[in-house]
């Protein structure tokens, strides 16, 4: 991978942790996700004219069809995750939602595709369920089988993370496909597939208007944070893959792991710091080792 493109999903990485934890602040749903799409168009307005002007109207049914199914599987990812913050803590759902993406991807290429995987390979995969087992607690998951809400909690951190997983692998390879075949812009894809959000999660910020606005209230501070930061850290993602193979991109993402286990934990006073970061630095060895082997 050049350096630059390492240098950007470095930067990346450290935004995409930072605006996980705004979110996990705010503890939102899909109406938070409203929020932070309704700012973001409104914020990114200008940046999206000034490079769409002359690109856009020459789009065709392909690229609009990326922009959509973009959208759409962005949304899904969305959604589930905040869900997953509402239940569980953010230092077990967030790591593995970025470690399991990659490692789902090699698998299926092992076991489908008949790719060839060497012993770095073999090692990553038996580095990222190391790290599961320290992500959800290490030697605490021993304790927690005599405690049933801990228990609980832990298999619900797990069954999200893994679901957000399989959403950031499906959105990862339409949108990587998107730059790298079809050459569209990473900041006008971005752009529209996000106004494609705001269609899909309108409905639920006015079915009850009250409540939207007493969350809004609760939660803009937050919006504001993602809203901004988000799309930055993403389209330098998307300028990556377009310099560098997408499978080395993809797990090289998931050093925003090692700041979201060390800054979320700091931040919001989730316990067992010390096995979550090192099962964090596990995934990310592991998922870097399936790229590479």
Known sequence: MPSSALALVILAGFLHAVWNIAAKKAGGDSRFAAFTGLLG????????????????PGWGATEWAFVVASGFLHVLYYVTLLRGYRKADLT???????????LLSSMVAIVLLGEQITMLG????????????FIAGGPALFRAA??????????TGMAYGLLTGVFIASYTVVDGYAVKVIAMSPILLDYF????????????MLRDRAVAAEHWRAQWKYAVVVAVISPIGYVLVLFAMQVAPLSHVAPAREVSMLFAALI????????????RIAGAAF???????????
């Open 264 to 275: 979320g934990g700091q931040l919001l006073g989730e316990g067992d710091r010390l096995p």
């Open 283 to 293: 995934i990310a060895f592991g998922v870097m080792a399936l790229a590479l082997g």
């Open 146 to 155: 005599h405690d049933p809400a801990r228990k609980a909690g832990i298999r």
């Open 193 to 204: 597939a996000n106004a494609v959000r705001v269609l899909f999660l309108l409905p639920s």
């Open 122 to 133: 073999v090692a990553g995969i038996f580095a990222v369920v190391a790290g599961v087992f």
């Open 41 to 56: 168009l409104a914020i990114w307005a200008p940046v999206g004219l000034w490079f769409g002007w002359d690109v856009v």
């Open 92 to 102: 077990v759902v967030y790591p593995l939602a970025r470690g399991s993406g990659p």
